[in-house]
């Protein structure tokens, strides 16, 4: 049998002393089997590992390659299942197969109140730092040097945007330590007050601002420990020696489409968008604006065909986003996920309406409600979009390069003929977003603290216009770059302000 590649990952030297005071049974299993409990209940609960089905739930699911290389041993196979009956730190449900899914397990109340008590056991202050500790071996991780890249892919080859000349990026991210904090301290107050009953304009803003509207998660109780084991990954990792104070582990691997994904996790590219924009507070946000729809645009025009509903939209965004969530009865943030889903391919049937198991992403979308489906698909200018995106897809496919039995998008990636048409069209936007997002690391690489796939961020403010002709130059791809500037919300002052005016306001009623 084949030696396996290790896990790369690491967890906090804090967090393993928690876990071993807070849960007793831990600390009699073997040290191998420990770590791989611990870098179970750390690196796996990132947002990277949410359930397809049952995330809203606060499931996670377990890739089986990660459980067979941390727990078994030799002919010993599935060793995790018996670990975790004797220790309890999570909960695994029975999956059938027939779902197509994997098996989702999520922590147990011992190991989510662990979590909830770790700042107040381990209060974040620059002359205490945590240690990294790798999970393979159990030594310290020593100071993060050199690039944020890897000079190998996801495939163990030689990474395209490593051979290419790149300016350097550090390999770790600054984050605003007193947001962070001030929005874990309004997190466990919220939770507080909501488990009391009340109910008042200023708790609903708090939970809006933190993401919650209330039409996509279930149970408030579970999305708020969510929110706040995300809030501790980030809050912690941001004071290891490691790195320097105040900025967190940030490593990127390309995959096989070229995009640069997160090296280890938890990692602040997969964060929730309203908790980076808490850690990035001050910092600057810069996208290229409707991404793969310029990019297959141009594509198709390349090949003869104009793609006049898709340039509709491109050029009112924000009009059509408004237009189609107000006639079909959807969030903005609801139809442009469908619409991102759209140009991956997800399918225009009808599907069945099932809340748990239904494999239709934009029936899913619309809360899986049949009325709001079908309005979305016979929307005019949903419909159209969709029509643009079927009949410039052939030709653009048909266009793209050929050889070793695969087609090669534009950062010399290949993927198999045999895949399916939305498949192939992925690969090759995902290559041409990955190819443009190489310039501007190019030129702007010193600069740039966190990649987000079609995004970056830095600290200071860039030149827009410079930026987007050094794409057109490099690339030929004329995309616009949108800009933002993160607010700085002070956060710890809110709280304050609250706690003392908490019982005097009478702003609160009781439910």
């Not at 999970?135 to 100071?143: A, D, F, R």
């Not at 794409?471 to 500037?485: K, L, Q, Y």
Request: glycine share 8%.
């Amino acid at each position: 049998m084949a030696k396996q590649k290790p896990v790369s990952g690491w967890f906090l030297d804090t967090f393993r002393d928690h876990l071993l005071n807070e849960i007793s049974g831990l600390q009699y299993e073997e040290p191998t089997d420990q770590r791989g409990l611990i870098y179970l209940a750390w690196g796996c609960q990132s947002p990277r590992y949410d359930h397809r089905s049952l995330s809203r739930e606060g499931y996670k699911f377990l890739p089986h390659q990660v459980t067979a290389r941390l727990f078994d041993r030799g002919r010993t196979r599935c060793r995790f299942n018996t670990i975790n009956q004797r220790v309890g730190m999570f909960e695994v449900l029975s999956w059938n197969k027939h779902y197509g899914e994997a098996r989702p397990y999520r922590p147990k109340p011992i190991l989510r109140q662990a979590y909830l008590s770790y700042s107040a056991t381990f209060p974040v202050v620059p002359d205490k730092p945590a240690q990294l500790i790798d999970v393979n071996t159990g030594c310290v991780v020593g100071t993060l040097r050199g690039n944020a890249v890897l000079s190998k892919d996801s495939n163990n080859r030689t990474a395209q945007m490593q051979a290419q000349d790149r300016a350097k990026i550090n390999p770790y991210c600054p984050v605003n330590i007193p947001e962070l904090q001030g929005a874990e301290m309004m997190l466990v107050e919220l939770q507080h007050q909501v488990s009391q009953g009340r109910d008042n304009v200023f708790i609903t803003e708090q939970l809006e601002f933190f993401g919650y509207d209330g039409t996509e998660h279930r149970d408030l109780g579970i999305w708020m420990d969510l929110r706040l084991v995300n809030l501790t990954h980030i809050l912690h990792l941001a004071n290891t020696a490691a790195c320097p104070y105040g900025n967190i582990p940030s490593g990127y691997i390309e995959h096989q489409s070229g995009r640069l994904y997160a090296a280890t996790y938890p990692h602040l590219q997969n964060v929730p968008r309203e908790l980076k924009r808490v850690a990035l507070a001050g910092c600057w946000e810069y996208d290229f604006a409707n991404c793969h729809y310029s990019l297959f645009h141009q594509m198709a025009g390349e090949e003869g065909y104009e793609a006049t509903n898709i340039q509709h939209y491109i050029d009112n965004k924000a009009e059509v986003r408004q237009q189609v969530a107000e006639d079909v009865g959807l969030t903005v943030n609801q139809v442009k996920e469908a619409l991102l889903a759209l140009i991956y391919g997800a399918s225009t049937r009808k599907g069945e309406a099932n809340p748990y198991f239904s494999k239709n992403t934009l029936l899913n979308i619309c809360g899986w409600n049949k009325e709001k489906h079908l309005v979305l698909l016979n929307h005019p200018l949903f419909h159209g979009l969709s029509r643009d995106l079927e009949k410039g897809r052939d030709l653009i496919t048909a266009a793209a390069p050929r050889s070793r039995g695969g087609i090669k998008n534009l950062m010399g990636k290949y993927t198999d003929r045999s895949n399916r048409k939305s498949q192939v069209l992925a690969h090759l936007l995902q290559g041409a977003e990955a190819w443009c997002l190489n310039t501007i690391l190019r030129h702007y690489g010193e600069q740039i603290i966190l990649l987000q796939h079609d995004g970056w961020n830095t600290t200071n403010r860039l030149d827009v216009g410079e930026m987007e002709l050094v794409v057109a130059r490099d690339t030929g791809f004329e995309i616009r770059i949108e800009e933002e500037h993160l607010p700085v919300d002070n956060l710890t002052q809110r709280w304050k302000a609250w706690m003392e005016n908490d019982l005097e306001s009478g702003i609160y009623k009781s439910t």
